[in-house]
């Protein structure tokens, strides 16, 4: 073989190699680029969903702080304008306790106890004269005892499939909680409620559509 011919095999040889490095290179850069576009446009709806997610959350406390700041507890009929104010706010739980924990008026079972205040921080947060809200997630016994077991059972998740999972019984809220106060500033009882997240379609829906359309 001569020189000549050995450098041109080279030659070639260093070509096919170059080309093959500069198409790999290309797709792996195009690739990359395209998987941190999609992670980007990721983030950016998540990011969408959270702000979302916590503006309906603040909306809900919003109410039930106007609520709270419009009732007389000496006014009588409590229970009847406790369930008014629900279902025009369309809550699955309003209720009112005394700062000791025992229920006043609302969706509250027949049997119910005190409410656990010192296992609540949203209602610690409205015991110390604060507003308090937040995504909490309550037992089936929590719930039992503020809405009953009609309430339970509404918010109960069955598994779907072949799996033998048991149904899930507790349930996620948007919760919320507000004094009432006297004149001197004294938190008198509580306001407290949400809105269950458990099978909310309605909710997943309206998300859905804010970010993607329809």
Not at 23 to 49: K, M, Y
Not at 89 to 96: R, T
Not at 125 to 141: E, I, Q, Y
Request: hydrophobic share 50%.
């Amino acid at each position: 073989m001569s020189i000549r011919t050995a450098l041109l095999g080279l030659l070639l040889a260093l070509g096919t190699v170059t080309t093959g490095l500069v198409g790999v290179l290309g797709v792996w850069g195009i690739s990359h680029r395209v998987r941190q576009e999609a992670q980007e446009r990721v983030n950016v709806d998540l990011a969408t969903f959270a702000a979302l997610h916590d503006e309906r959350r603040q909306q809900l406390a919003d109410r039930i702080g106007t609520i709270a700041s419009g009732l007389d507890l000496d006014a009588g009929a409590l229970q009847a304008r406790i369930q008014e104010a629900r279902a025009r706010h369309k809550l699955s739980v309003l209720n009112v306790c005394a700062v000791d924990g025992t229920p006043l008026a609302g969706t509250y079972s027949d049997d119910a106890g005190p409410v656990p205040m010192n296992a609540d921080p949203v209602l610690r947060a409205a015991l110390a004269g604060k507003m308090g809200s937040g995504t909490v997630l309550l037992d089936r016994d929590r719930l039992v005892l503020e809405g009953g077991v009609a309430l339970a059972e509404r918010v109960r998740v069955i598994a779907t499939g072949n799996g033998s999972r048991p149904p899930v019984t507790d349930a996620l809220f948007w919760w919320a909680a507000a004094p009432v106060t006297d004149a001197a500033g004294r938190v008198r009882a509580l306001v407290y409620g949400g809105r269950a997240l458990n099978l909310n379609f309605a909710l997943v829906d309206e998300l859905r559509e804010r970010v993607f359309g329809a």
